[in-house]
């Protein structure tokens, strides 16, 4: 459910020097329905189907691992009733990922990008970017997610991101990418044109408040050079 979206005034917030386009979304989940919505997601394997034959046999063998091992996580989560507290510490990160390119497609209507964790080669934990979009712009958004039981992490989403654009991991990934993205997408990238996103759990009494934090961070250094940045908030609800 959507709670909040704007653009942000970059005049209002101090900003004005930054070149990104900067909005902000905060949404509420319910856990149950979000594990339900990844489970669905992770079954559904239409998108190999319009690749090459060689793409579709590389990503069928990457799929099966992950598959499995995400698979388990969440029925995991679902049948554990042994407490009255849910652990979330390894569903957490795949529901606000999974939010957080949901609020990019349903709220800024962007072109979804399949989850990174079904086309990358490590089975669990992808040594990058969490998620992925093409906005309206025909810019690749590579998106952060962190969860956190007992803080609001947007601080640690942004210096992840500062961190992978300084080791160039957007550059790694566009081998893979330029399967699910347009062409004007792939040129856009090629002239240093993209954009960026963090998602996040939210634990406050106004969440609007750490929407605000997370613009205002110290720690967003190189995501202001580029075209768009897009700041995530998700409250998830006990299923």
Same mark, same amino acid.
């Given at each position: 459910? &959507?709670?909040?979206?704007?653009?942000?005034?970059?005049?209002?917030?101090?900003?004005?020097?930054?070149?990104?386009?900067?909005?902000?979304? *905060?949404?509420?989940?319910?856990?149950?329905?979000?594990?339900?919505?990844?489970?669905?997601?992770?079954?559904?394997? $239409?998108? /190999?189907? =319009? *690749?090459?034959?060689?793409?579709?046999?590389?990503?069928?063998?990457? *799929?099966?691992?992950?598959?499995?091992?995400?698979?388990?996580?969440?029925? =995991?989560?679902?049948?554990?009733?042994?407490?009255?507290?849910?652990?979330?510490?390894?569903?957490?990160?795949?529901?606000?990922?999974?939010?957080?390119?949901?609020? &990019?497609?349903?709220?800024?209507?962007? +072109?979804?990008?399949?989850?990174?964790?079904?086309?990358?080669? =490590?089975?669990?934990?992808?040594?990058?970017?969490?998620?992925?979009?093409?906005?309206?712009?025909? *810019? /690749?958004?590579?998106?952060?997610?962190?969860?956190? $039981? $007992?803080?609001?992490? @947007?601080?640690?989403?942004?210096? +992840?991101?500062?961190?992978?654009?300084?080791?160039?991991?957007?550059?790694?990934?566009?081998?893979? &990418?330029? @399967?699910?993205?347009?062409?004007?997408?792939?040129?856009?990238?090629?002239?240093?044109?993209?954009?960026?996103?963090?998602?996040?759990?939210?634990?406050? +009494?106004?969440?609007?408040?750490?929407?605000?934090?997370?613009?205002? $961070?110290?720690? /967003?250094? +190189?995501? =202001?050079?580029?075209?768009?940045?897009?700041?995530?908030?998700?409250? /998830?609800?006990?299923?």
């Amino acid at each position: 459910m &959507l709670i909040s979206k704007f653009e942000v005034d970059k005049t209002k917030y101090g900003i004005s020097s930054f070149k990104a386009k900067f909005f902000a979304c *905060l949404v509420s989940v319910n856990a149950s329905d979000s594990i339900a919505s990844v489970m669905k997601e992770i079954n559904d394997n $239409s998108w /190999i189907a =319009k *690749l090459d034959v060689v793409e579709q046999i590389s990503y069928e063998a990457r *799929l099966k691992e992950t598959v499995k091992s995400i698979m388990n996580d969440c029925i =995991k989560f679902n049948t554990d009733t042994s407490s009255n507290m849910y652990d979330y510490s390894v569903v957490g990160e795949y529901i606000v990922s999974k939010e957080g390119r949901s609020a &990019l497609v349903t709220e800024f209507n962007h +072109q979804a990008v399949p989850l990174a964790e079904l086309w990358k080669e =490590k089975t669990k934990g992808n040594p990058g970017f969490d998620y992925h979009s093409e906005s309206t712009t025909n *810019l /690749i958004i590579f998106g952060e997610a962190k969860y956190d $039981s $007992s803080f609001n992490p @947007h601080t640690k989403a942004i210096k +992840q991101v500062e961190e992978f654009i300084t080791k160039a991991k957007d550059c790694m990934e566009l081998t893979d &990418l330029k @399967h699910f993205v347009s062409d004007n997408a792939i040129d856009n990238f090629k002239q240093s044109k993209k954009g960026f996103s963090i998602a996040f759990s939210v634990k406050a +009494q106004t969440p609007t408040d750490i929407l605000n934090n997370a613009i205002l $961070s110290n720690e /967003i250094m +190189q995501i =202001k050079n580029y075209d768009e940045f897009y700041i995530i908030g998700v409250v /998830i609800n006990d299923k």
